[in-house]
T-cell receptor, first 116, second 115 residues
Framework: AQSVTQPDIHITVSEGASLELRCNYS??????LFWYVQSPGQGLQLLLK??????LVQGIKGFEAEFKRSQSSFNLRKPSVHWSDAAEYFC??????????????FGTGTRLQVTL | EAEVAQSPRYKITEKSQAVAFWCDPI?????LYWYRQILGQGPELLVQ????????DSQLPKDRFSAERLKGVDSTLKIQPAELGDSAMYLC?????????????FGPGTRLTVL
């Protein structure tokens, strides 16, 4: 079965500083990887996704992520954080299934706090 | 821009009462998901529909939870009776295709508090 580990529960960065959120996955086949962001009391918004091809993926709001198969990682990065980026970030792995659409397995999330 | 709609946004109930949540997916989306998100954790899939059929309810507590998508469009998730441990955010998501790995679009969720 697939699983996702987000080792950092809470990260605090200063506005303008760079950011990296860690994600490690476990999946027996080629993974389909996602990063979602959740503002307090809201649903999840997709930041970016990796299905195949270029291992560096660009997303919305200036985020990018790099897929590293050798490390089973899909870390999220942003060169300069804005105060509005404060939120909860979830990494997820999608498992393809015969005859039906995929199921997503989420990590436990990383809460990002941005100081001014 | 098309969105997944959910109602109510907040629900407070007493234990042993019945509650129901409604979800209207993006038009044309074949697959609908219900997730439960306990505070401080990631969403966990409860049930997945493909059109009107349930394709995965392995994590749905069937003694108290039920879900339906009668016409393959909107869906209702019901809990009867509610227990204190059911307090959580209930998220609905939809995706266009009925196969493969697809982006899931999430609604704003329903925050349930059981007293």
């Amino acid at each position: 079965a697939q699983s996702v580990t987000q080792p950092d529960i809470h990260i605090t960065v200063s506005e303008g500083a760079s950011l990296e959120l860690r994600c490690n996955y476990s999946y027996g086949a080629t993974p389909y990887l996602f990063w979602y962001v959740q503002s307090p009391g809201q649903g999840l918004q997709l930041l970016l996704k990796y299905f195949s091809g270029d291992t560096l993926v660009q997303g919305i709001k200036g985020f990018e992520a790099e897929f590293k198969r050798s490390q089973s990682s899909f870390n999220l990065r942003k060169p300069s954080v804005h105060w509005s980026d404060a939120a909860e970030y979830f990494c997820a792995v999608g498992a393809s299934r015969t005859g039906t659409a995929s199921k997503l397995t989420f990590g436990t999330g990383t809460r990002l706090q941005v100081t001014l | 821009e098309a969105e997944v709609a959910q109602s109510p946004r907040y629900k407070i109930t007493e234990k042993s009462q019945a509650v129901a949540f409604w979800c209207d997916p993006i038009s044309g989306h074949a697959t609908l998901y219900w997730y439960r998100q306990i505070l401080g954790q990631g969403p966990e899939l409860l049930v997945q529909f493909q059109d009107e059929s349930v394709v995965d309810d392995s994590q749905l507590p069937k003694d108290r939870f039920s879900a339906e998508r009668l016409k393959g469009v909107d869906s209702t998730l019901k809990i009867q009776p509610a227990e204190l441990g059911d307090s959580a955010m209930y998220l609905c998501a939809s995706s266009f295709a009925s196969g493969g790995v697809n982006e899931q679009f999430f609604g704003p969720g329903t925050r349930l508090t059981v007293l």
